[in-house]
T-cell receptor, first 111, second 111 residues
Framework: DTGVSQNPRHKITKRGQNVTFRCDPI?????LYWYRQTLGQGPEFLTY????????KSRLLSDRFSAERPKGSFSTLEIQRTEQGDSAMYLC?????????FGSGTRLTVV | GQQVMQIPQYQHVQEGEDFTTYCNSS?????IQWYKQRPGGHPVFLIQ?????EVKKQKRLTFQFGEAKKNSSLHITATQTTDVGTYFC???????????FGTGTSLTVIP
C-alpha cells in the first residue's frame, strides 16, 4: 500500500443517474477527506472522517451526496440524481497528522 | 467566511527565470501548507509552515510565512521545465479538521 487509491478513474453518467466512488486510503491513516475540484480551481472540501466517524460536512454537500467509511478503512462517496453541475474531479485524501496524501481522483462527467 | 487568495493566477516564465506566487488569507492562520499539482495530476504536498516569519527552503524553492501569519509566498529560483504545474497554498479552518485551498497559480515554463 503505497498511496491513496481511487476507483474508478473516470466515470461518465447520464443526468439523473446515481454514481458511487471508492477511496482506499493509506492503511495507517485515520483521517480521510473528500474534496471536489473543477477546472482552474483549487480543491473544495466536501467531508471529513476520523476513523469511521464523519466529523464534518461542507454546505457544498447537498442531500444528494452521501459518504461513508463503514469500518474506518475505505470510503465511498455516492451522488444521487446526478446533475451536470456535478461534473468535476473528486479527490480523496488521507492523513495521519499534518499533511494530506491525495489520490489520483475520479473524474465525473455528467452528460 | 475564510478565504485564501493567490496571485497571480497564471505566470509564464522563460526557463531559468525566477517565479513567485503569493498567498493571502482573510484571517490569521495557525499554519499554511503548499501543494503542487502537475497538469492532469493530483495535488502533492510540498511543505508546511507554522511559525510567524518562518522561512524554509527545498533546493530551488523558498517558502515564507508572514509575520502576521496571514500571508505566505513560494519563490522558485532559476525555473526548470519540471516546475510546470499549479501551486496551491492551503490554510486550516477554525476547527483545524480540513484546509481551504487557494485559487492556485499556474506556472508555465518556456524552454
Amino acid at each position: 500500500d503505497t498511496g491513496v487509491s481511487q476507483n474508478p478513474r473516470h466515470k461518465i453518467t447520464k443526468r439523473g443517474q446515481n454514481v458511487t466512488f471508492r477511496c482506499d486510503p493509506i492503511s495507517e491513516h485515520n483521517r480521510l477527506y473528500w474534496y471536489r475540484q473543477t477546472l482552474g480551481q483549487g480543491p473544495e472540501f466536501l467531508t471529513y472522517f476520523q476513523n469511521e466517524a464523519q466529523l464534518e460536512k461542507s454546505r457544498l454537500l447537498s442531500d444528494r451526496f452521501s459518504a461513508e467509511r463503514p469500518k474506518g478503512s475505505f470510503s465511498t462517496l455516492e451522488i444521487q440524481r446526478t446533475e451536470q453541475g456535478d461534473s468535476a474531479m473528486y479527490l480523496c485524501a488521507s492523513s495521519l497528522s499534518r499533511d494530506y496524501t491525495f489520490g489520483s481522483g475520479t473524474r465525473l462527467t455528467v452528460v | 467566511g475564510q478565504q485564501v487568495m493567490q496571485i497571480p493566477q497564471y505566470q509564464h516564465v522563460q526557463e531559468g527565470e525566477d517565479f513567485t506566487t503569493y498567498c493571502n488569507s482573510s484571517t490569521t492562520l495557525s499554519n499554511i501548507q503548499w501543494y503542487k499539482q502537475r497538469p492532469g495530476g493530483h495535488p502533492v504536498f510540498l511543505i508546511q509552515l507554522v511559525k510567524s516569519g518562518e522561512v524554509k527552503k527545498q533546493k530551488r524553492l523558498t517558502f515564507q510565512f508572514g509575520e502576521a501569519k496571514k500571508n505566505s509566498s513560494l519563490h522558485i529560483t532559476a525555473t526548470q521545465t519540471t516546475d510546470v504545474g499549479t501551486y496551491f497554498c492551503a490554510g486550516p479552518t477554525n476547527t483545524g479538521n480540513q484546509f481551504y485551498f487557494g485559487t492556485g497559480t499556474s506556472l508555465t515554463v518556456i524552454p
